[in-house]
């Protein structure tokens, strides 16, 4: 089997590395992929929005599998037009995909088949004076957030009625292009955030683990949202009790609710959930592995993820079943200076041949080139350094002694990923 992951990204280089290693692949190949990837597939040189020229590419060279990375292609279509060309595909269709590409189709989603989320309220750009009124009449803290995608940077979680308007501000104001001609404004929810994923076939789903992301760019949890800075799993919070409940009250509804419009879900779900005293609520959906979770996830996959990339596009999860490695995974983000803003591309990163071969560490790359034998930094988060380990704090203490073998001035990196789930377990 050939297998086409599409995307660029840390998430795509460890499904790359992943379905490298199963049984059942012959060859990987990532468009467009980076430098690193290139030790585990081989490179395309189409970007991953380009349709046209994926289509063109996968049917040319007969791959026998489509594996879409990131949001914004499947939005656009990719795995619709992939189908209609006869080449089997993981992700859903553009009309399913709109769980994430609209806050508000999926909001509305919720409320139609009784999936738990919070109190929302819906405005467009020519009511801007009307959800300005809304939050200072409900307060602070309270969720601003971009109907359509934003790269994981549209979400505000204002600690301020200033705050608050201040996006709106930005959302109506240009910040987030068309994604911002409207926005969902949405009570916070109290407890604790964690994330599960599953695999679907349209009729089932089958859990592909659980992860706990770190979004601000700071220690501390201070400083702007980000894509994400830092990930473990599996998830303390989400224990099996949990875990079926979210399944019960969530996935699965979300599963038939979309089969029922019409529009059947195949490939991953990820439900970004807050877990509080009421049990679990959805915070969003989201349609394709996440980034930097999809990078502590499936190193502790111990099932073969290629044959379970066909068993979801085939409709045949209901006879598969998954099983995971007993350890812990923690992985750091390193990003550029800079970051979420403006970044200054071409820095050199040095000391990442000596990580070859340290114990139960992976080096995930997300934005790097190489230039005449140098490993040189090209984008925002630029790797994912993961640890391993019978426990969490084993895993975290592996993954920041690869960092630390990393020179790279130009770079920065949280150094409490795992914080939360640490003092629990110490507390214990």
């Known amino acids: ?16 590395w992943s379905l490298a290693a199963s049984p059942l692949v012959k060859e990987v190949l990532c468009a467009p992929g980076n430098a690193g990837i290139a030790r585990d597939a081989r490179l395309v040189p189409i970007a991953s929005e380009a349709i046209d020229d994926i289509v063109r590419f996968a049917v040319s060279e007969r791959v026998d599998l489509v594996v879409v990375g990131p949001e914004k292609p499947l939005a656009l279509g990719l795995v619709d037009r992939l189908q209609a060309a006869g080449v089997r595909a993981l992700g859903p269709s553009a009309a399913a995909a709109r769980l994430e590409s609209s806050k508000v189709f ?17 405005f467009e750009a020519r009511e801007r004076d009307a959800a300005r009124a809304w939050i200072e009449a409900r307060g602070a803290p309270i969720v601003v957030k971009a109907d359509g995608l934003a790269a994981g940077k549209g ?43 599953a695999l679907c076939d349209g009729t089932r789903a089958l859990v592909l683990g659980t ?33 079926e409940r979210v399944m019960n009250e969530i996935v699965r509804p979300a599963l038939a609710g979309m089969a029922a419009e019409g529009a059947p879900f195949r490939g991953i779900l990820y439900a970004g959930l807050m877990i ?4 679990p609520k959805l915070l969003e959906f989201n349609v394709r592995m996440g980034d930097p979770e999809c990078q502590v996830i499936l190193p502790r996959l111990m ?22 490695y ?19 591309r071409g820095s050199e990163i040095r000391g990442l ?15 790097t080139r190489r230039e005449q034998g140098r490993w040189i930094a090209d984008g925002g988060r630029v790797l994912t350094v993961v640890g391993t380990g019978a426990t969490l704090a084993e895993a975290r203490d592996r993954a920041y002694v690869a960092v630390a073998r990393i020179d790279w001035p130009e770079g920065f990196f949280r150094r409490d990923i795992g914080w939360r789930a640490l003092a629990r377990s110490a507390t214990d």
């Open 1 to 16: 089997m050939r297998i086409l992951v599409v995307g660029s990204g840390a998430r795509e280089h460890a499904l790359c």
């Open 303 to 324: 099932t073969d993820f290629g044959q379970l990339a066909f068993g979801a596009v085939d409709g045949v999860l209901a006879s598969m079943s998954l099983r995971w």
């Open 106 to 122: 999926a909001k509305d989603f919720c409320r139609r088949h009784g999936i738990p989320t919070a109190a929302y309220r819906v």
């Open 211 to 243: 992860a706990q992301d770190h979004k601000r760019a700071f220690d501390g949890d201070r400083g702007p949202n980000t894509g994400g800075m830092g990930a473990y799993s599996p998830a303390p919070v989400l224990s099996p009790a949990m875990i």
């Open 276 to 279: 509080g005293p009421e049990g």
């Open 155 to 197: 979400v505000t979680v204002a600690a301020t009625v200033e705050e608050a308007l201040a996006a709106v501000d930005a959302a109506f104001g240009g910040a987030f292009g068309e994604a911002g001609a409207r926005i969902v404004v949405e009570e916070m929810l109290e407890g604790e955030e964690a994330s599960l994923f």
């Open 326 to 344: 007993p350890n812990h995974a923690l992985g750091v983000v390193l990003a550029t200076r800079g970051y979420p803003g403006p970044v200054q």
């Open 353 to 367: 041949e000596t990580l070859n071969g340290l114990e139960e560490t992976l080096v995930f790359h997300a934005a």
